[in-house]
Nanobody
Framework: QVQLVESGGGLVQAGGSLRLSCVVPGRSFSWLVMGWFRQAPGQEREFVACISWSSGMTYYTDSVKGRFTISRDNAKNTVYLQMNSLKPEDTAVYYC?????????????????WGQGTQVTVSS
């Protein structure tokens, strides 16, 4: 069982910033893409961003483009989500996940392993 460990969530005012981290212990070469998803109360889990471990190519959902940045540190087996200009509608539990396909998937069904999530709350 792969255990991903997210951190960095918290309470922030609108317009503020947070940086989420996801540590992937013992990374396998079959794990090609790391993604971030989020789930607000009463809503379905939605894709936020993903990044290729090898190329660093990224893909974002439209609502976070220009505000969020996904990055990775291969040496530390860590993926980050820098979130700037946060809005109340960004409030959710944020999850990192691993995909074994390399085409930067946005569908959650492509992701095999998930973290426990970290809460992000943006106050207005």
């Amino acid at each position: 069982q792969v255990q991903l460990v997210e951190s960095g969530g918290g309470l922030v005012q609108a317009g503020g910033s947070l940086r989420l981290s996801c540590v992937v212990p013992g990374r396998s070469f079959s794990w090609l893409v790391m993604g971030w998803f989020r789930q607000a109360p009463g809503q379905e889990r939605e894709f936020v961003a993903c990044i290729s471990w090898s190329s660093g190519m990224t893909y974002y959902t439209d609502s976070v483009k220009g505000r969020f940045t996904i990055s990775r540190d291969n040496a530390k087996n860590t993926v980050y989500l820098q979130m700037n200009s946060l809005k109340p509608e960004d409030t959710a539990v944020y999850y990192c996940a691993i995909a074994r396909v390399g085409n930067l998937p946005s569908g959650s069904n492509w992701y095999d392993y998930w973290g426990q999530g970290t809460q992000v709350t943006v106050s207005s």
